[in-house]
């Protein structure tokens, strides 16, 4: 929806567009998501070009509901149909890239596309669609997506385990502690790895921190250390950075003891990170999940075992899966990564080329590059570098799984800082990220001038230190 509404905006051309998708309606994955799913993050940096989200949503901080965000990229199908833009949507449609068609209710319809636009390599793995990454026996052992809670306060089971700490862990043990009023000694919460939480309410006048402020503080925290040689190898660079920003109230932690190994954006203000923090007495530190046995005992990856504090666990106890991974991208994790661009421009796939926050940004620029007509395929893949596969070299967080490690010249965090660069100096680009909402130095209210000034002091800190050339 980003790439088409930046597509719709920005192109030269009159153009025929033609969404498919497997779901009935626009909105990806918030069609599927648990009903009491919220943004994590402020709605004004989310969605579409064009449209301002944070108009429509009437929920503190501005966080929009599943609801109001299914609302809004309905709104924005209809206002480019009403603007007289030639788009039609078909939902409940599956496309098969290979034939050029989609099959819908058994009918199979051929496109004649003179640009086919892959938007599945981002698609998310949700608990609803992903199985569990435990075992289990399902005729004993009741386990449930995050979506089956509300209902779930009916049947009789008063005691919940909820599996995995990221963002849709934090929300089913929020959702379970604040709005089903269970008891913490009625809940256990399976924290495999501690992740390191974004503050959305950072003390005033700072605002949420975003990748490339990011790494202005690990450059700092860095400095501050000593500037000690072979940052690049050590993983204690980004660390010291996510210390620094805890001490300056911008990150969270589940635990003062714990140190966090993991980073993937997740998003709650202090008062959320206080219910949480008063859950610890549930908490459950034994690394990943492997298995539920028949009486309810746990078995963890490394073989120990873990009892749950009540009797007759597998008979009281509802199990909630949140081991999806929303960003392992399961559906398209086993294809091989492409440039952006096919060498003859009439494939484009839409990829992750920028950091935190901002799934739909990437779309907006991608769709912009593909609007300047003086750029061909392979000047506009050039702009959008990505993060080598499979680790190596890009082996450091935040990859696809979070795992925090050594910032290599591959790291996410690098690629993103050097396609900014690359679009500052793009005749037009820069002035046009500091007018998009999606943009995140643009949600934080950077001018252009200080956007630049910042990624120029980043880059030369890097090269000083050594991780960037
Ligand atoms: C619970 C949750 C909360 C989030 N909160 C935030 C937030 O606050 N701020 C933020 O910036 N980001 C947030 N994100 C991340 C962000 O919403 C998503 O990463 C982004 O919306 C992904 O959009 P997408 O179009 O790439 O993928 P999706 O929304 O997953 O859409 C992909 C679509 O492709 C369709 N599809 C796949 N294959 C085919 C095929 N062959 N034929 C037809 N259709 C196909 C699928 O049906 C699906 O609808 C959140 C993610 C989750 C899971």
Redesign the pocket.
């Known amino acids: 929806m980003s790439f088409v509404d930046s597509l719709l905006k920005h192109s030269p051309k009159k153009l025929s567009i033609l969404l498919?998708?497997?779901?009935a309606a626009p909105g990806?994955?918030w069609n599927d998501?648990y009903g009491f799913?919220t943004?994590?993050?402020p709605a004004r940096n989310?969605g579409v070009e064009s449209s301002k989200l944070e108009a429509a949503t009437a929920h503190p901080e501005l966080l929009a509901s599943r609801a109001e965000v299914l609302a809004y990229y309905k709104t924005v199908l209809e206002g480019w149909q009403a603007a007289g833009h030639d788009v039609r949507f078909v939902g409940g449609?599956?496309?098969d890239f290979e034939a050029g068609a989609y099959t819908a209710a058994d009918a199979t319809t051929a496109v004649a596309a003179g640009t086919v636009v892959d938007?599945?390599y981002?698609?998310?793995d949700?608990p609803l669609h992903t199985p569990p990454k435990f075992a289990f026996d399902a005729s004993k052992i009741d386990v449930v997506p995050p979506n089956e809670l509300p209902a779930r306060a009916e049947n009789g089971r008063s005691r919940y385990c909820v599996v995995g700490a990221g963002?849709?862990g934090q929300d089913a043990m929020l959702y379970l502690r604040e709005k089903m009023g269970v008891a913490v000694e009625s809940l256990a919460w399976v924290v495999p790895t501690d992740p390191w939480i974004t503050a959305r309410d950072p003390p005033a006048p700072q605002r949420q921190i975003t990748c490339m402020e990011f790494l202005a503080a690990a450059l700092d925290a860095h400095a501050a250390a000593g500037a000690p040689a072979g940052a690049a190898d050590d993983a204690a660079f980004l660390q010291r950075g996510f210390a620094s920003l805890e001490a300056a109230g911008k990150v969270y932690r589940l635990d003062g003891a714990a140190a966090p190994t993991k980073f993937m954006d997740a998003t709650l203000n202090g008062r959320e990170v206080g219910v949480l923090k008063g859950c610890a007495p549930s908490v459950v530190r034994r690394g990943r999940l492997a298995s539920i046995d028949g009486s309810g005992a746990l078995t963890f990856a490394d073989g120990s075992t873990f009892d749950l504090p009540w009797a007759d666990a597998a008979a009281t106890t509802t199990f909630v899966h949140c081991t999806a991974g929303?960003f392992d991208f399961g559906?398209s994790a086993a294809e091989a990564k492409r440039p952006i661009w096919s060498a003859d421009g009439k494939r484009i796939t839409v990829q992750e080329i920028f950091q935190f926050?901002?799934?739909?940004f990437n779309g907006a620029v991608i769709a912009w590059l593909e609007c300047q007509p003086a750029l061909a395929p392979d000047e506009k893949n050039a702009r959008c570098e990505q993060p080598p596969p499979g680790g190596g070299d890009a082996a450091a967080a935040p990859t696809p799984s979070g795992l925090l490690g050594a910032l290599g010249r591959g790291h996410p965090l690098l690629v993103s800082l050097r396609n900014l660069r690359r679009w500052y100096a793009t005749p037009g680009m820069g002035e046009w990220l500091h007018g998009l909402r999606l943009f995140s130095l643009t949600m934080n209210g950077y001018t252009l001038d200080e956007g630049k000034a910042l990624i120029a002091k980043v880059h030369d800190g890097l090269v000083a230190a050594g991780i960037e050339k």
């Not at 926050?357 to 739909?360: D, L, R, V």
Request: charged share 20%; aromatic share 10%; glycine share 6%.
């Open positions: 498919v998708d497997k779901r990806g994955h998501a799913v943004l994590h993050q989310y449609a599956s496309f938007a599945r981002t698609e998310n949700l963002k849709t929303a559906a926050p901002g799934f739909c």
